[in-house]
């Protein structure tokens, strides 16, 4: 997709049609908001779809970093699970769980 609140509302749509679990990717800051009306989307009608964005480097969070804005308050008011990933041990374990919550609760 070229823009992100498209990949969003595709993977609504997806999840939507099928009962499966749609997937949308974007990068951190300006992408991540960019989902919010196809993740919302997603969320009206209780589609399961999960939503990986990107993250700026820990040592780089706070103010003045660039693209860099508090992701977990923004997605925290409408997800079901929203997790931070910190290191590499931890995707599995945490991608999992989203996964699960996405199917068990009908969301993302």
């Not at 939507?16 to 989902?35: H, Q």
């Not at 009608?45 to 780089?60: I, N, S």
């Amino acid at each position: 997709m070229r823009h992100e609140e498209a990949a969003a509302l595709m993977a609504s749509a997806y999840a939507k049609l099928t009962g499966k679990v749609g997937v949308c990717l974007t990068i951190a800051g300006p992408g991540a908001t960019n989902l919010i009306t196809g993740l919302y989307d997603a969320k009206m009608d209780r589609a399961p779809v999960l939503a990986l964005t990107g993250q700026v480097k820990l040592q780089y969070i706070g103010p003045g970093s660039f693209q860099e804005i508090d992701q977990d308050v923004l997605f925290n008011s409408f997800c079901v699970f929203n997790k931070t990933i910190n290191s590499k041990e931890q995707t599995i374990e945490l991608v999992t769980l989203a996964l699960k919550h996405a199917l068990v609760e009908r969301g993302f």
